[in-house]
């Protein structure tokens, strides 16, 4: 049960106009755009906050506010957007420009994750470079994928950079690529979490080059061979493991073996045994599991960048890489607002009060402040007949 503060100041900490002036001076301090037609880039924004705070569409977002341009209109300023290695620079600009204390020279756990968005239909010329494949989900192999990088920190957690991933970038070049990131802010990595999709031979090799220090889950294989063959015993353990592949050669490295028990989840009985990689990270066995689970955390920022990611079905692939980095702004602004506004300084450190904002808050914040300058339309007129 959440527990409330039994009295509260006279003065507001933060406003619904407040939150939208911060989130506007963000995205007009990075983002550039010539508009035309008697609107501004401000009227754009507004416009766009109150889609991605509704998770709602362009054209419905117009249908329902008054005074604004239509959805076609958005959607033709929008469609100038066309160099994508720009917009991306500015959009991590906009991210890492408002995040909390002590992240820029600091020394943190980073996780780096892929996020893949289905694609359905046919592939044009300019979507082929960035139409990923990977496995069956949702009725599809093809996907739009953007790799973000995140710092792991108590009260701080937010995105420092995402990329669209190119359709025939290897893994590497994205982890280096996403890494490049944390130089402008001088961020070092204490430990780097990545998913069990990085499994490969090229990244194990090139982390250990770097002398980097990782923790990732490995990949069972082989019927009797391979990692399968690391499944024994009642016990978690540690051993070294050669992995082998025929493109790209083989590497030796620290294999850990974590033996765990169902005990009837989900309907399963018996061991469950679980391989995790490692390079420079000395965790207990038994507290390996608790350790990854510290990664969550991005997976969390999915999850939440999906209750205000702007919906559309635009096959544009510089379209979605702004709606997609809008949500993951907004979670950083409210991150940020967390930090600045709703918190208080005391004795053992900042207090955050969590439960006065939450991002869903937030978010109705910036809808409320928005349809206060662009009214909502509240009655539907047919044609006249004359």
């Known amino acids: 049960m959440t527990i409330y503060p039994s009295s509260l100041s006279p003065a507001p900490a933060l406003t619904d106009e407040a939150t939208l002036e911060v989130a506007l001076d963000c995205l007009l301090e990075h983002l550039s755009l010539d508009m035309q037609g008697g609107y501004t880039l401000q009227d754009l924004f507004e416009i766009l906050l109150r889609a991605a705070s509704r998770s709602d569409s362009i054209e419905h977002t117009t249908q329902r506010l008054e005074g604004v341009p239509s959805g076609n209109s958005i959607r033709y300023h929008l469609d100038k957007l066309d160099d994508i290695t720009t917009l991306e620079s500015q959009l991590n600009a906009a991210l890492q420009s408002r995040i909390p204390p002590k992240i820029r020279k600091g020394k943190h756990r980073i996780a780096i994750d892929l996020h893949l968005i289905p694609y359905y239909g046919s592939v044009n010329v300019a979507t082929e470079p960035y139409i990923y494949r990977s496995q069956a989900k949702a009725g599809t192999t093809s996907f739009f994928a953007y790799a973000t990088v995140y710092v792991i920190c108590r009260n701080k957690r937010v995105t420092l950079g995402i990329h669209a991933v190119h359709r025939h970038e290897t893994l590497v070049a994205t982890i280096t690529y996403l890494l490049a990131m944390l130089t402008p802010l001088r961020v070092r990595v204490k430990r780097l979490y990545l998913d069990r999709g990085f499994y490969s031979v090229p990244v194990i090799r090139w982390l250990k080059a770097l002398n980097i220090p990782f923790l990732m889950p490995a990949v069972i294989r082989g019927k009797r061979g391979g990692t399968r063959q690391l499944l024994i015993g009642r016990k978690s353990y540690a051993t070294r493991y050669t992995l082998n592949s025929p493109q790209y050669g083989s590497v030796t490295c620290q294999m850990r073996v974590i033996c765990s028990y169902y005990k009837g989840f989900k309907g399963k009985h018996g061991i469950q045994y679980t391989l995790y990689v490692l390079h420079r990270v000395r965790v207990a066995l038994e507290q390996?599991?608790?350790?990854?689970?510290?990664?969550?955390?991005?997976?969390?920022?999915?999850?939440?960048?999906?209750?205000?990611?702007?919906?559309?079905?635009?096959?544009?692939?510089?379209?979605?890489?702004?709606?997609?980095?809008?949500?993951?702004?907004?979670?950083?602004?409210?991150?940020?607002?967390?930090?600045?506004?709703?918190?208080?300084?005391?004795?053992?450190?900042?207090?955050?009060?969590?439960?006065?904002?939450?991002?869903?808050?937030?978010?109705?914040?910036?809808s409320q402040a928005v349809e206060r300058h662009f009214p909502v339309i509240t009655a539907i007129y047919l044609p006249s007949l004359e």
Not at 299 to 328: H, Q
Not at 331 to 349: A, D, I, K, P
């Open 288 to 366: 390996m599991h608790q350790h990854y689970k510290d990664r969550f955390g991005i997976e969390t920022s999915y999850r939440m960048k999906n209750g205000c990611r702007i919906r559309t079905t635009s096959k544009n692939p510089v379209t979605r890489l702004l709606f997609v980095a809008l949500a993951f702004i907004l979670v950083n602004l409210w991150v940020y607002l967390l930090w600045f506004f709703v918190s208080r300084t005391q004795r053992g450190g900042r207090v955050v009060y969590r439960e006065l904002f939450s991002l869903k808050t937030m978010l109705e914040f910036l």
